[in-house]
């Protein structure tokens, strides 16, 4: 079973703090990606990356930057948090030409005080 | 053209009744619609998928019907069980595409009374 790991489920932190959210997938997938959910609208993309060092920007990704060192490792920055940036992060993978099948982790829920 | 729009928001239905759920698209790229299931607490997961080459996919109560000319598809669940409460999203792709992207849905809030 593919299995996509998040480093926390909760997090607290404070305006203008800096926030690493990590992700990491176990079957050598190629593709990442980092969105976030908000109630109404829906998963929006934030960033996605196709290989080790490579990223994309995707539909929402102000304030946010993105690392990718190792292939199975995919983190979010956000580098001053801001209290619109409270949400539900979820971070997924995939296999290049399977793209409709994404495999997501089970989310980390962010507030910003 | 990239959007994917998904009604209803929320539904709520008794139990052993049918859910559906209606997705619409615009761009004629898209060759691969998904749907993915999300129960609170967790991620989504690949629920169903269909291609533009057939009508109808079933499995088990679960049901996708596709309408290529109208450019419009939808989640079907027969025999709705309050298990099923979870949150739907539609989704579309395009294998041709390199983004290797999935456009998703809204969402729509299930709820099955028991």
């Known amino acids: 079973d593919v299995k996509v790991t998040q480093s926390s489920r909760y997090l607290v932190k404070r305006t203008g703090e800096k926030v690493f959210l990590e992700c990491v997938q176990d079957?050598?997938?190629?593709?990442m990606f980092w969105y976030r959910q908000d109630p109404g609208l829906g998963l929006r993309l934030i960033y996605f990356?196709?290989?080790?060092?490579?990223?994309e920007k995707g539909d929402i990704p102000e304030g946010y930057s993105v690392s990718r060192e190792k292939k199975e490792r995919f983190s979010l920055i956000l580098e001053s948090a801001s209290t619109n940036q409270t949400s539900m992060y979820l971070c997924?993978?995939?296999?290049?030409?399977?793209?409709?099948?994404?495999?997501f982790g089970p989310g980390t829920r962010l507030l910003v005080l | 053209q990239q959007q994917v729009k998904q009604s209803p928001q929320s539904l709520i239905v008794q139990k052993g009744g049918i859910s559906i759920i209606n997705c619409a698209y615009e761009?004629?790229?898209?060759?691969?619609f998904p749907w993915y299931q999300q129960f609170p607490g967790k991620g989504p997961a690949l629920l169903i998928a269909?291609?533009?080459?057939?009508s109808e996919k079933k499995e088990g109560r679960f049901t996708i019907s596709f309408n290529k000319s109208a450019k419009q598809f939808s989640l079907h669940i027969m025999d709705s069980q309050p298990g099923d409460s979870a949150t739907y999203f539609c989704?579309?792709?395009?294998?041709?595409?390199?983004?290797?992207?999935?456009?998703f849905g809204k969402g729509t809030r299930l709820h099955i009374l028991p």
């Open positions: 761009n004629t790229a898209f060759d691969y």
């Open positions: 997924a993978s995939s296999i290049p030409g399977q793209q409709e099948t994404q495999y």
């Open positions: 989704a579309a792709s395009s294998r041709g595409n390199r983004d290797d992207k999935i456009i």
């Open positions: 269909i291609r533009p080459d057939v």
């Open positions: 079957m050598d997938h190629e593709n």
């Open positions: 990356s196709y290989d080790v060092k490579m990223k």
